[in-house]
């Protein structure tokens, strides 16, 4: 937004307030008629209400028609004094005085939202809207609470609210009026004066703003003549200080520029060359990563295969001397049961618990099955020490088949059949090599 509008709209905004203040003013002075117009209302009932009061002070000389018809006479005088519709009801909205007689004693039914009752109950004036064939139109009421001077509640006295409002409001009237016209007054003098103000101030400002945007566009050699001895004639000496610096800057800049540029490419060239040696150290890294990894897995195979060649190669050394031990065993046996067909029936009785035929019939086998898991233990730590090479010259002559051997050896339970895969069979195809 521009200054000028700028300037524009907060006089806009001054007389705007100005015709909102009077407005609120009337407002008020609206609220004041009101005000008065209840006022009067409440005082009515309250003569009234001193007039029951000053009665049951004496209800022993007057007997409750008595009481009634004096009512409905203060109310047809009250009536012809003010020019005012006035009735009034008990706390069952009965009907007890009425301008017009023949409503006395019937139930007040006119108020459709029983405005009337909420105001004997709490006491509080309302005014309402009454449509009855006498004005078809509608009039509108005014209930207050009918109160003895003990501030006992009796009923309500319902009054035409109509003419006491307008009798309040035409005393409020002039007031409006003058507080009307002064605020329109100062509306259009505060928006006369700022359009004149924003004249003066916008053309200089239009100039400083046009040689902002030249500026802004590349043009350093623009400059302003504003020779204003105020506010804008003082930043129009500073736009054009500062145009004289910011070209000397301009020139100063496309030097620095040019420098930069020579070492922005120095430095391209530099980090190049530090990402490939950065790549460089990472595949060394992980080759020796990869290389540590290997040389520990080395260490631990080849400890695992060290202490368990020791106590396999004892028991398979041992198996043979044993097989041997229980041959002769067993050849013992069969020429004491050769010879010695009845033995005693201490001996008997242990034969039949040890079932010494089975026994020297499966003892051979187990000795074989243990024979052979040995030979298997000692293959597999074998192959365990060929795999890992430890302790072994870093080239040295090898035979390709004797690991691979080892290898398939080492996995061989992979290759037996599994519940999710068949058997593997392996063919060895090996030729000659050196």
């Given amino acids: 937004m521009k200054i000028s509008q700028k300037l524009i709209s907060s006089i806009l905004g001054m007389a705007i307030l100005s015709g909102t203040i009077g407005a609120i003013s009337a407002n008020q002075q609206m609220n004041i008629a009101k005000y008065l117009a209840q006022q009067e209302a409440e005082e009515v009932a309250g003569l009234l209400g001193y007039f029951i009061s000053h009665e049951l002070e004496s209800q022993k000389m007057r007997s409750p028609d008595q009481m009634l018809g004096q009512l409905q006479e203060n109310v047809q005088a009250l009536h012809k004094q003010r020019q005012r519709d006035l009735e009034i009801v008990d706390r069952n909205k009965i009907i ?218 004892f028991i398979y050394g041992n198996l043979q001397y044993t097989d041997d031990y229980t041959q002769q065993i067993l050849l013992l046996i069969k020429l004491y049961q050769k010879y010695y067909p009845n033995p005693e029936p201490e001996i008997q009785n242990a034969n039949q618990e040890a079932d010494i035929e089975y026994l020297t019939e499966d003892l051979p086998k187990m000795l074989t099955s243990m024979k052979m898991g040995a030979k298997r233990i000692r293959e597999i730590v074998l192959s365990l020490r060929i795999f890992s090479r430890l302790d072994e010259a870093e080239f040295k002559t090898a035979d390709l088949h004797e690991g691979i051997d080892s290898t398939l050896l080492i996995l061989q339970h992979r290759l037996k059949a599994q519940n999710n895969h068949p058997e593997i069979k392996v063919v060895k195809e090996y030729g000659e090599i050196p």
């Fill in 96 to 313: 007890l005085a009425d301008v017009v007689p023949e409503d006395i004693g019937t139930r007040l039914d006119r108020d459709r939202n029983n405005e009337v009752g909420k105001t004997i109950q709490d006491g509080i004036p309302r005014t309402y809207i009454e449509a009855s064939p006498q004005y078809p139109n509608g009039i509108q009421l005014i209930a207050v609470a009918f109160k003895t001077s003990n501030g006992e509640t009796m009923g309500a006295v319902i009054l035409e609210y109509t003419p006491i409002y307008k009798a309040a409001l035409a005393t409020a009237h002039k007031n409006i009026v003058v507080t009307s016209v002064i605020s329109f007054g100062c509306g259009i003098f505060a928006l006369a004066a700022g359009y004149l103000l924003s004249l003066r101030i916008s053309k200089p400002i239009k100039q400083l703003q046009q040689a902002v945007m030249n500026l802004a566009e590349g043009k350093v050699d623009t400059r302003v003549n504003i020779r204003s001895p105020n506010e804008i004639g003082e930043l129009a000496t500073s736009f054009n200080k500062m145009a004289d610096d910011l070209q000397y800057s301009r020139d100063e800049l496309v030097n620095a520029n040019e420098q930069l540029q020579y070492k922005i490419t120095e430095r391209l060239q530099a980090e190049a060359e530090l990402q490939a040696a950065l790549k460089d150290l990472k595949k060394t890294q992980m080759q020796l990563i990869q290389s540590e990894k290997m040389s520990s897995l080395g260490q631990l195979v080849a400890g695992v295969a060290h202490e368990i060649n020791n106590p396999v190669s």
